[in-house]
């Protein structure tokens, strides 16, 4: 619901449980009044405090700038004299740069405008609200856009640039949401990592001054995420305080907390405005990022839920959010690139046998491709790998009553390939500098349309040439050199941007022209598992590092936010290929069925006693995959915390069915046995586990107790069900 009082001149946005209230001064600067609980009026102006000198510009003007410093900005904007953390700048054309951004109309619709070339989330059943602010002496209108997701408790917000003069300027900074909080939050939680261990929660404490978390990596990176929250101290699972911004962008990204002089809290999130610049001329319009935000007062465990609520029903593709996703084996850790057609067939013989649905050709299949330093852009079949063909070894895997699925890393050009002979000036780089190579390979430059239609062209004709069922589209080196060799000068801060326009616009068109292939993105294991890629594909490859151990934490700070359904998990090789740790193989199993299950290793090779658990593994998973891919998923237990055992649990939504997934990483002597205090059930059902009865508010309250397992590593899973089902 949204609600503007025109008397008070404030908005209210309603969800089903939270307000958030913006109101606009005299002079008509937007401001942020509140955001929290729902409240149900709309007489709050008095808490923006222009009463108070000098929040009174009208009245004090010679305190113009202290006003502009501590007025709750809506979207502050830079130059004028708020000098914390600010959302837009624009340089005009006159080379100055200042904005003063004033309310000038608003309009209230039902749904909402799909983002141009950017993903956004659906809109049905919803509310919008567009607010114009405008500056006239530089000719820049800013709409800031609001869709209320009442059911998820969730606003989307999103902002698009005008420019209503007839001269160009250049927009140097367009975050996507600032949020001015004056309440009892003290702590921020993001998401850290680097490459073969992603997304690992940090809990962190909000001091004076600025926090930022951010990329430059022209991807959001293995290291940051583009994410951020700020919380009350006693938030925790299940209680307190939660704001969260959750930004639907693939590139550069920066989110930042910062604490002012008067112990206020500003949190921002947007495009880096560190090498961005964007040229506008007269009459067009830039689009700025969604950002999902919202507020829970029931723990970061109520986010989550909104979170994978609202992924589900909005942003996900809605054809794959409730469709069983094979089974499958994929190539990668069992040959590497020493791979041919008989190899693939041999395995996939076997992993048919044992009940897996379908095979993924990894790297190395095309060009003259045999290790990572050649053939990116080479589009075009190895028949001295692959005999007789696509098609043909495509057919050989169907017969076998298997799918088939393809790996790509279609925004590459190796030095080394035809593409890069016949095309060197399609690599990203530098007039007069030689690129850096990263895994041997340049970027390609998709800021030119001649490169982003040759690449898909070549995709488009392997996807057309046999039965492909799967494609997973893989980006493994960050963005370094951000210069393109076809645009002038005061472009040269588009293109990383424009990198991200370009994929975005290749996947929109793969997932038109293929909709029945299901696609799997991946960046070097997870280092682009964002909301703006999960538009596109309804799972991502979660981390190169599917030991089980180091899966834990990636899993908790990816579920954090990301509903199960759209990590890629695999039952990976052992000891492990990237740390080396031996797990049971029970254990890589049962950690990999909260996400897309597969394997990752080579069937054939594997021990005998081992190959023959898969077909039980594959029933398990099958039991609960519905389960896991749509239910509501809660915390019990975190390794990162207790640095012993971690355990997690799905409830169906009609509360009849739970799996317990439970993990003893460190096995202890002479302990008793663990409470697990279940959560989401219904207090008046009786459940089944194990076949003993007990009343959901007995394990939700007395707990369930968890025999100690023996030895390290360790899993089991259990499942609970009520009697009146
Ligand atoms: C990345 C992916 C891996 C694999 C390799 C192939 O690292 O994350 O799963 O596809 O590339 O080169």
């Not at 294991?525 to 899966?551: K, T, V």
Request: aromatic share 10%; hydrophobic share 35%.
């Amino acid at each position: 619901m949204v609600i503007f009082d025109g008397d008070k001149k404030v908005f209210k946005l309603d969800t089903d449980n939270t307000s958030y209230v913006l109101g606009i001064t005299d002079e008509g600067y937007l401001g942020n009044i509140y955001y929290g609980k729902k409240i149900s009026s709309t007489d709050v102006m008095y808490a923006m405090r222009t009463n108070e000198a000098p929040f009174t510009p009208a009245k004090l003007p010679g305190g113009k700038v202290d006003f502009m410093d501590r007025f709750p900005s809506e979207y502050p904007f830079s130059g004028t004299g708020d000098f914390r953390n600010t959302c837009i700048s624009i340089r005009d054309s006159a080379g100055q740069e200042g904005l003063e951004l004033l309310y000038k109309s608003h309009n209230i619709y039902a749904e909402k405008r799909k983002l141009d070339g950017m993903p956004s989330a659906r809109g049905e059943g919803s509310m919008s609200l567009d607010i114009v602010m405008s500056d006239e002496a530089v000719g820049a209108e800013v709409v800031l856009t609001y869709t209320v997701y009442e059911e998820c408790d969730v606003i989307t917000r999103s902002v698009a640039v005008k420019n209503v003069s007839e001269k160009a300027f250049y927009i140097t900074k367009a975050l996507s949401a600032c949020l001015n909080l004056e309440t009892d939050i003290s702590d921020i939680l993001s998401l850290h990592g680097s490459w073969a261990r992603e997304r690992h929660i940090q809990r962190s404490k909000i001091n004076y001054g600025s926090y930022v978390t951010e990329s430059l990596r022209g991807e959001p990176g293995h290291q940051d995420h583009p994410f951020i929250a700020v919380l009350s101290e006693d938030c925790n699972e299940n209680h307190g305080s939660i704001y969260a911004m959750n930004l639907v962008y693939s590139g550069n990204f920066t989110a930042s907390v910062q604490k002012d002089q008067f112990g206020r809290v500003r949190t921002s999130i947007g495009i880096n405005p560190d090498r961005f610049s964007w040229k506008l001329e007269g009459g067009e319009e830039f689009q700025v990022p969604e950002v999902i935000m919202q507020y829970s007062y029931t723990g970061t465990g109520g986010m989550t839920r909104n979170f994978h609520d609202f992924f589900r029903s909005h942003l996900l593709p809605p054809k794959w959010v409730e469709a069983e996703r094979p089974v499958l084996i994929n190539n990668w850790e069992a040959t590497y690139f020493d791979f041919d057609d008989d190899k693939l067939v041999q395995i996939a013989e076997e992993a048919s046998k044992l009940g897996i649905e379908m095979l993924v050709m990894d790297d190395g299949w095309f060009g003259h491709r045999n290790a990572d330093n050649s053939s990116l852009g080479d589009w075009y079949v190895n028949e001295e790998k692959i005999k007789g063909g696509l098609k043909n070894l495509v057919d050989r895997v169907n017969s076998l009553g298997m799918k088939f699925g393809i790996w790509f890393e279609p925004e590459m050009i190796s030095p080394d390939s035809e593409l890069y002979k016949n095309h060197p000036e399609w690599a990203l780089s530098f007039a007069d500098r030689e690129a850096g190579l990263c895994r041997t390979q340049y970027m390609l430059d998709f800021s030119r349309h001649e490169v982003v239609d040759y690449i898909y062209g070549k995709l488009h004709e392997i996807l057309s040439s046999a039965n492909i069922e799967y494609v997973k589209w893989d980006m493994n080196r960050p963005i370094a050199e951000a210069a393109s060799l076809s645009l002038p000068a005061d472009r040269q801060g588009e293109v990383l941007h424009r990198h991200v326009l370009a994929l975005y616009e290749m996947q929109e068109r793969l997932v038109n022209d293929f909709p029945d292939i299901l696609l799997e993105n991946c960046s070097g294991g997870g280092a682009r598992f964002d909301a703006g890629m999960l538009y596109y594909s309804p799972q991502i490859w979660c981390s190169d590092n599917a030991d089980p151990i180091e899966r834990l934490m990636v899993q908790e700070g990816t579920h954090l936010i990301y509903p199960l359904s759209t990590t890629g998990t695999h039952v990976a090789d052992c000891p492990n290929h990237i740390n080396g740790r031996v797990t049971p193989f029970n254990t890589r199993a049962d950690v990999a069925l909260t996400g897309t299950f597969g394997y990752e290793l080579d069937v054939t090779k594997i021990s005998g006693e081992e190959r023959s658990q898969i077909p039980a593994q594959i029933e398990k998973y099958k039991k609960y995959r519905k389960l896991i891919q749509t239910g509501d998923y809660y915390r019990l237990a975190s390794f990162r915390e207790n640095g012993r055992h971690d355990s997690y649990m799905v409830v169906s939504k009609d509360k009849k069915h739970a799996v317990i997934i439970y993990v003893q990483v460190v096995t202890d002597s002479n302990v008793i046995s663990k409470k697990l205090k279940l959560c989401g059930l219904d207090s008046e059902k009786i459940y089944i586990i194990e076949g003993k009865e007990y009343a959901g508010n007995v394990l939700m309250n007395v707990g369930y107790i968890m025999k100690p397992l023996k030895g390290d590593f360790q899993s089991a899973v259990i499942e609970a069900n009520s009697l009146d089902d």
